[in-house]
């Protein structure tokens, strides 16, 4: 049995974005319509057409993105719903998963009865969540059950039935795009092959050597001998912990004092299930009915009394002016949104070694000072040595202000400089003559280097290399910078970042 949920990427597109359901809606993939709203095939969006077509074709369609994981979230609380019905479920993707049949036909009296039983009451629970459009289709193999769910239509026609043994006759009149084997179906199309039927009379052996392993499998499927049988899933574990208080708490300490022992729990829940969590999500329940939540990430694992210390971060970022809470608390949340196996971050024979020191030294400090107090550097995009530096929390992600791999017109080359200077320092560039180096407004040196005081010595030049200019904001005047950058090193060895900046010599950062 295959319950089908059709134009689930919508479904769950439209939820996300809140959208009425009488909206004609497209769910975009790299630029093509992958799939799209009732509303909007009636005026005649398809799939696989590109999206200034589906725009022109209807001025009032609402595109949003494909969002894989999207999808999923939304579908859990579907399967949910449909295990309370039935035991043994499938996912096969989200808006498709399957059931074994047999259970709950004989519960309720026959293949129909059933369908029609499960249909309508997943439809009456999943109505306030927007998804009323259930289809059900019963065969002898998953492929033709879908088949068969997809051939039904709302209302009293959702459920439909394929007598056993009978795959093969129902399957016969499809076109060969049902396989979803673009390539393959594109070549039978080429051969004359156009229905599932006509593909199935050819000699097995044939389609074997013809076709290999792949085109046997889907031989094997438009004959309606996919036996597989249904992998059921085993429902995930709650391993989530909840801390309700009957007064609401308005100090941030008593929350973080009261949360301790569901800490231990949440931790050693995970520990059964032999897991650690790695991304910890914190909800934070208000008597106002609001809601904080706030994803946080380890580097390592996060044992319980990391979990308290990030509890207490989140209700003191809270804050307002005064010691007290905005808001008193009336629950706190704790969810494991990201897990790993213990057994991927377990310590080695003889111990975890100098890392793990180190970051039970830095957790200690981050726990006592607190969450910005220990920042580690991240290296990302940027013109600028200091543009590129981001300082992120210990544990957060490691993400940088500017993305390294958009281009960066006037960037330096590698290697970057070690030291770079929280504020530029006064800095001097002299010609052979005495006079001051300034650079044109073409980017080309008065005069060539012939000294330089990058601090407060006058040293000979023995190299340089640049410029690098930089023109950034262009287009507001007030923040309008043009520079270059230049590298130099002196005779006695040292390299120096140099940048002349309206006739002025700055150092920016030092080769050390």
């Given at each position: 049995?295959?319950?089908?949920?059709?134009?689930?990427?919508?479904?769950?597109?439209?939820?996300?974005?809140?959208?009425?359901?009488?909206?004609?809606?497209?769910?975009?993939?790299?630029?093509?319509?992958?799939?799209?709203?009732?509303?909007?095939?009636?005026?005649?969006?398809?799939?696989?057409?590109?999206?200034?077509?589906?725009?022109?074709?209807?001025?009032?369609?609402?595109?949003?993105?494909?969002?894989?994981?999207?999808?999923?979230?939304?579908?859990?609380?579907?399967?949910?719903?449909?295990?309370?019905?039935?035991?043994?479920?499938?996912?096969?993707?989200?808006?498709?998963?399957?059931?074994?049949?047999?259970?709950?036909?004989?519960?309720?009296?026959?293949?129909?009865?059933?369908?029609?039983?499960?249909?309508?009451?997943?439809?009456?629970?999943?109505?306030?969540?927007?998804v009323t459009d259930c289809r059900i289709g019963v065969a002898d193999g998953p492929f033709a059950a879908e088949q068969a769910a997809r051939a039904t239509t709302?209302?009293?026609?959702?459920?439909?039935?394929?007598?056993?043994?009978?795959?093969?006759?129902?399957?016969?009149?499809?076109?060969?795009?049902?396989?979803?084997?673009?390539?393959?179906?594109?070549?039978?199309?080429?051969?004359?092959?156009?229905?599932?039927?006509?593909?199935?009379?050819?000699?097995?052996?044939?389609?074997?050597?013809?076709?290999?392993?792949?085109?046997?499998?889907?031989?094997?499927?438009?004959?309606?001998?996919?036996?597989?049988?249904?992998?059921?899933?085993?429902?995930?574990?709650?391993?989530?912990?909840?801390?309700?208080?009957?007064?609401?708490?308005?100090?941030?300490?008593?929350?973080?004092?009261?949360?301790?022992?569901?800490?231990?729990?949440?931790?050693?829940?995970?520990?059964?299930?032999?897991?650690?969590?790695?991304?910890?999500?914190?909800?934070?329940?208000?008597?106002?009915?609001?809601?904080?939540?706030?994803?946080?990430?380890?580097?390592?694992?996060?044992?319980?009394?990391?979990?308290?210390?990030?509890?207490?971060?989140?209700?003191?970022?809270?804050?307002?002016?005064?010691?007290?809470?905005?808001?008193?608390?009336?629950?706190?949340?704790?969810?494991?949104?990201?897990?790993?196996?213990?057994?991927?971050?377990?310590?080695?024979?003889?111990?975890?070694?100098?890392?793990?020191?180190?970051?039970?030294?830095?957790?200690?400090?981050?726990?006592?000072?607190?969450?910005?107090?220990?920042?580690?550097?991240?290296?990302?995009?940027?013109?600028?040595?200091?543009?590129?530096?981001?300082?992120?929390?210990?544990?957060?992600?490691?993400?940088?202000?500017?993305?390294?791999?958009?281009?960066?017109?006037?960037s330096l080359p590698a290697p970057l400089p070690a030291t770079v200077y929280p504020e530029l320092r006064p800095a001097v560039v002299l010609s052979a003559d005495?006079?001051?180096?300034?650079?044109?407004?073409?980017?080309?040196?008065?005069?060539?280097?012939?000294?330089?005081?990058?601090?407060?010595?006058?040293?000979?030049?023995?190299?340089?290399?640049?410029?690098?200019?930089?023109?950034?904001?262009?287009?507001?005047?007030?923040?309008?910078?043009?520079?270059?950058?230049?590298?130099?090193?002196?005779?006695?060895?040292?390299?120096?970042?140099?940048?002349?900046?309206?006739?002025?010599?700055?150092?920016?950062?030092?080769?050390?």
């Open positions: 049995m295959i319950a089908w949920f059709p134009d689930w990427p919508v479904t769950a597109a439209r939820q996300a974005a809140g959208c009425p359901a009488d909206t004609p809606v497209a769910v975009l993939d790299r630029g093509r319509v992958m799939a799209c709203s009732v509303s909007a095939r009636a005026s005649g969006v398809q799939r696989g057409i590109r999206t200034r077509d589906a725009q022109s074709r209807c001025p009032d369609l609402v595109v949003l993105p494909y969002d894989p994981a999207q999808d999923a979230r939304a579908y859990e609380p579907v399967v949910s719903a449909l295990e309370a019905l039935v035991p043994g479920v499938e996912v096969v993707r989200p808006g498709t998963c399957a059931v074994r049949a047999r259970g709950p036909s004989r519960y309720y009296g026959g293949d129909a009865e059933a369908g029609e039983s499960v249909a309508g009451r997943l439809a009456a629970q999943l109505a306030g969540a927007g709302p209302g009293e026609h959702r459920v439909h039935v394929v007598s056993p043994g009978g795959s093969g006759r129902f399957l016969a009149p499809l076109p060969v795009s049902v396989l979803e084997r673009p390539d393959l179906a594109d070549l039978l199309r080429r051969l004359g092959l156009r229905t599932l039927g006509a593909f199935a009379e050819l000699p097995a052996a044939d389609v074997l050597a013809r076709f290999g392993l792949d085109g046997a499998l889907a031989h094997r499927l438009a004959r309606g001998q996919d036996e597989r049988a249904v992998a059921a899933r085993r429902p995930p574990p709650e391993l989530d912990q909840r801390v309700a208080f009957d007064a609401p708490v308005d100090r941030a300490d008593q929350v973080a004092f009261s949360v301790r022992g569901a800490a231990d729990e949440f931790v050693a829940g995970l520990a059964g299930q032999g897991l650690v969590c790695t991304t910890l999500r914190v909800e934070v329940r208000t008597d106002s009915g609001a809601v904080h939540t706030r994803r946080w990430l380890h580097p390592r694992w996060f044992d319980a009394v990391d979990v308290v210390d990030r509890v207490r971060w989140q209700l003191e970022g809270s804050r307002g002016s005064g010691e007290e809470l905005t808001a008193p608390v009336v629950q706190v949340r704790l969810v494991p949104d990201e897990v790993d196996t213990h057994g991927a971050h377990g310590d080695g024979l003889w111990g975890g070694g100098p890392d793990e020191q180190i970051h039970r030294a830095l957790s200690r400090v981050q726990s006592m000072l607190g969450h910005h107090a220990v920042v580690t550097p991240v290296v990302g995009g940027g013109r600028g040595p200091a543009d590129r530096q981001t300082l992120v929390p210990w544990g957060d992600r490691p993400r940088p202000r500017w993305p390294a791999g958009q281009p960066w017109p006037g005495g006079r001051s180096v300034g650079v044109d407004g073409r980017g080309v040196l008065t005069a060539e280097p012939a000294q330089f005081a990058p601090d407060t010595d006058l040293r000979p030049v023995a190299a340089w290399a640049g410029p690098w200019p930089v023109e950034e904001r262009w287009w507001d005047e007030a923040a309008t910078r043009r520079l270059a950058r230049f590298q130099v090193v002196g005779v006695d060895g040292s390299a120096w970042l140099l940048v002349v900046e309206g006739g002025r010599w700055w150092t920016e950062a030092c080769y050390d």
